[in-house]
């Protein structure tokens, strides 16, 4: 089986809660993509490819903009009910999900990790930032802690919004720059916080799945690679040098090495073979994005498993693309 390891679902019993919620523009856009929220829907999107299956994930708003306090672990249990409820009567369609919770509770969104991958969940899903916050910062320290003891694979998902502008003489980004341009950058910023932060040296058990092949990582090779060794030559306030003397590898090695990756760049022929030149084949699993193209669920899965066909990667590699490596990292074997 292809197993699309980041495509993106909103169990039924939240969906309503989403729509109603307030957040800007977020109905229009939900109730736009059936294949999101209807179960039926999405299934007959599934059946469209053969030997297929799809890891649900939940898809935006990050839970910590819709709410705070305890309703924050309230509505993370919902979702995650609601995935596990999906794949335990739909397997053969669905093969796992991934446990959504929110790093903005004050445990760090552990008790709901543990409880949610007790019920079968694979991994656990974050956003690049919470709520405007970095990853590195010392309250989330927790959740990489237990995640690391756990030995489940975090989903590492972009957020970004209008409200993040491009130029500093604008109030908000325009032309919707801060999701097609902004998101792949974000991605790579959050990776960058937990390299820089040490918290990958720290915990080095955490097994981090970089959403759209890792964002702007594999172009910048040359600016990870030769640019990062000379980290310091740049920064006049603070000697950064002593921070790159104490992290146990080159910058690039950890990019290329320690993250794993997806291959769901909206069919991008030449994104994609970048994204292969640039990670270890045991770091890269195959996705899709799916509900969110112009045909609402069935574009970029077919065209992303068009450019692997085109790829003519050996069988081992395809294999371990497919699912082998997501079994791995996983500890879970899929439907042949």
Same mark, same amino acid.
């Given at each position: 089986?292809?197993?699309?390891?980041?495509?993106?679902?909103?169990?039924?019993?939240?969906?309503?809660?989403?729509?109603?919620?307030?957040?800007?523009?977020?109905?229009?856009?939900?109730?736009?993509?059936?294949?999101?929220?209807?179960?039926?829907?999405?299934?007959?999107?599934?059946?469209?490819?053969?030997?297929?299956?799809?890891?649900?994930?939940?898809?935006?708003?990050?839970?910590?903009?819709?709410?705070?306090?305890?309703?924050?672990?309230?509505?993370?249990?919902?979702?995650?009910?609601?995935?596990?409820?999906?794949?335990?009567?739909?397997?053969?369609?669905?093969?796992?999900?991934?446990?959504?919770?929110?790093?903005?509770?004050?445990?760090a969104g552990v008790a709901e990790s543990e409880r949610a991958i007790k019920n079968g969940a694979l991994?656990?899903?974050?956003?690049?930032?919470?709520?405007?916050?970095?990853?590195?910062?010392?309250?989330?320290?927790?959740?990489?802690a237990a995640m690391n003891k756990i030995g489940k694979p975090i989903w590492l998902h972009p957020v970004?919004?209008?409200?993040?502008?491009?130029?500093?003489?604008?109030?908000?980004?325009?032309?919707?720059?801060?999701?097609?341009?902004?998101?792949?950058?974000?991605?790579?910023?959050?990776?960058?916080? $937990?390299?820089?932060? *040490?918290?990958?040296? =720290?915990?080095?058990? &955490?097994?981090?799945?970089? @959403?759209? /092949?890792?964002?702007?990582?594999?172009?910048?090779?040359?600016?990870?690679?030769?640019?990062?060794?000379?980290?310091?030559?740049?920064?006049?306030?603070?000697? $950064?040098?002593?921070? *790159?003397?104490?992290? =146990?590898?080159?910058? &690039?090695?950890?990019?290329? @090495?320690? /993250?794993?990756?997806?291959?769901?760049?909206?069919?991008?022929?030449?994104?994609?073979?970048?994204?292969?030149?640039?990670?270890?084949?045991?770091?890269?699993?195959?996705?899709?994005?799916?509900?969110?193209?112009?045909?609402?669920?069935?574009?970029?899965?077919?065209?992303?498993?068009?450019?692997?066909?085109?790829?003519?990667?050996?069988?081992?590699?395809?294999?371990?693309?497919?699912?082998?490596?997501?079994?791995?990292?996983?500890?879970?074997?899929?439907?042949?």
């Amino acid at each position: 089986m292809r197993v699309d390891a980041f495509t993106h679902f909103i169990p039924p019993a939240f969906f309503d809660k989403l729509v109603d919620s307030g957040y800007p523009d977020i109905g229009k856009r939900m109730r736009g993509v059936p294949s999101i929220h209807d179960l039926d829907v999405r299934m007959k999107v599934v059946d469209t490819f053969p030997d297929y299956g799809q890891i649900l994930t939940y898809p935006m708003p990050p839970l910590e903009l819709l709410t705070k306090g305890a309703q924050l672990d309230e509505f993370a249990k919902i979702i995650n009910d609601g995935f596990a409820d999906i794949c335990a009567k739909h397997r053969d369609h669905f093969p796992g999900w991934v446990a959504q919770i929110s790093l903005d509770t004050p445990d760090a969104g552990v008790a709901e990790s543990e409880r949610a991958i007790k019920n079968g969940a694979l991994g656990v899903q974050i956003y690049s930032n919470i709520a405007g916050r970095p990853l590195d910062d010392p309250a989330f320290e927790p959740f990489f802690a237990a995640m690391n003891k756990i030995g489940k694979p975090i989903w590492l998902h972009p957020v970004r919004g209008a409200n993040s502008p491009d130029y500093l003489s604008e109030k908000k980004s325009r032309y919707e720059i801060w999701w097609a341009l902004g998101w792949s950058y974000e991605t790579t910023a959050a990776m960058s916080r $937990l390299v820089f932060s *040490r918290i990958m040296d =720290k915990y080095p058990n &955490l097994k981090v799945i970089a @959403h759209h /092949f890792g964002g702007i990582a594999p172009m910048l090779e040359g600016r990870i690679g030769p640019g990062w060794d000379q980290l310091g030559a740049r920064t006049s306030d603070e000697d $950064l040098t002593v921070l *790159r003397k104490s992290l =146990k590898k080159r910058p &690039l090695d950890y990019f290329k @090495h320690d /993250f794993y990756a997806d291959t769901a760049v909206f069919g991008g022929a030449p994104a994609t073979k970048c994204g292969f030149e640039f990670y270890d084949m045991d770091k890269i699993l195959f996705a899709s994005d799916c509900p969110f193209d112009p045909e609402k669920g069935t574009m970029y899965t077919r065209e992303t498993l068009r450019i692997l066909d085109e790829l003519n990667l050996s069988k081992a590699d395809r294999e371990k693309v497919d699912h082998g490596n997501l079994e791995r990292i996983t500890g879970v074997t899929f439907p042949k």
